[in-house]
């Protein structure tokens, strides 16, 4: 399945549409071909590993020449049309016609998919994946799927004090990052563990940080699952919505004038679309012509606000044809389809130095974090249907075994060690002092002020008044 615009913004007839929880999900056939590329696996994971079959481009956009810098604006005299105005930004064509644009489309807009639900390829038009990456993609996908499972157990145990699960959204996590380069700077939201996996990050660093220990890069002072890391060009989550998104134009706008080969993604759900971060951020990055992906995770919840109570509009993907973005809507839990639509946009972010937006169709299979309790929200069945039907993971080890490239045995092996592995990390995070309370007063100036001066000398006595009150 695939969106496909005409030129002229229309949308071609469909081959086959599936209803679904969040709406119409559509096949079309593509048109126009990318160029053929090609990328092995390192053990750096430093690039993408694919290697491009002739696929057509998927993405339509149309940037008005008059409004470029090295073109000159029609002169006003040469404008000989009386049913035409040559306003900043374009030609206007004059209409005797009082109509007003429709709120509403006759029909949504369409959604990419590579594998059906059983895992079967229903598409040609996708960027065929190297063994060995498809495998550490599944890995990858299990492992997340298996910390998210004990790290949730071990905060109900009150072992930790918080978490954030990404159960159903393991393709947006790892089929993403697998698309992207270790250059390329990604600006997270709360819910993308994953992309960290995969470019490295170690179980027990995740263990670290969700303990707090003094191991941890944020020194026990961020929230557990808010993670980051500068050595895998990671920044440091924040739970304030969509902040990362503005962060994430301009940095991408730095390496544009720096004439970088890279790019900056950033990753926010539904709900941060509902920010004026998020509409700042797009006009920005359109007007500059910032190569950033925007990733959009429509997972149907901004917590208990379902979509249709935050937007009337079709979702997120047609937000960005209104600010001038290259947009796609794609089925999030198809990993290969989720790498397809990333890699393209990838390319062409870096290749043209433009914004692209997309928009994945995905479900919060989970809970919004530990804190929230989803079934007094949403229906059990619903829950259910998606965990069942639509779960991600499923549908790419179908793929793997009817490729030949995954088996039975395999599976039992992988759950069982990632499980273990989990494990272990915890028993070690736990015994693991935690940072001294000096580090309380670090890190910020090179100089203290003089109140943060008396801070800490207030809070030494405290600690000396109550020493039998306190572990620190």
Known sequence: MALYLSKYG???????????????ISRSPWSSRFRQNGAALSDSSRTSHAVLCEI????????????????ELIPLQSA???????????IVKFTPELKFLSEYPEERMHCYRVLGENGEIVSSNFVQIDKDIALKMYKDMVTLQTMDTVFYEAQRQGRISFYVT?????????ASAAALRMDDLVFPQYRE????????????????????????????????????SSKHNYFTIASTVATQIPHAVGAAYSLKMDGQDACTITYFGDGGTSTGDFHAAMNFAAVMEAPVILFCRNNGWAISTPVDEQFRSDGIVVRGQAYGVRSIRVDGNDALAVFSAVHAAREMAISESKPVLIEA???????????????????AEEIEWWRAAQDPVARFRKWLEGEGLWEAQSEAELRAYARNEVLRA?????RINKPSVEEVFTDVYDVPPPNLADQEISLGETIRRHQLDSSV
């Open 10 to 24: 229309k949308i071609l007839p469909h081959l086959q549409r599936k209803k679904g929880f969040l709406g119409l």
């Open 56 to 71: 057509p481009i998927v993405f339509t956009s149309r940037r008005f020449e008059s409004v470029r810098a090295d073109k």
């Open 80 to 90: 000989s049309d009386p049913q035409a105005l040559n306003f900043p930004g374009g």
């Open 166 to 174: 990404a159960i159903g959204e393991e393709a947006v996590n790892i």
């Open 193 to 228: 563990a994953g992309v960290l996996l995969w470019r490295g990050f170690t179980i027990q660093e995740f263990a670290d940080q969700c303990f707090g220990n003094k191991n941890d890069y944020g020194k026990g002072r961020q929230m557990p699952a808010h993670y980051g």
């Open 361 to 379: 169709l995905t479900y919060r299979a989970g809970h919004h974090t530990t804190s929230d309790d989803s079934s007094r929200y949403r229906p």
């Open 426 to 430: 915890i028993q070690v995070a736990e």
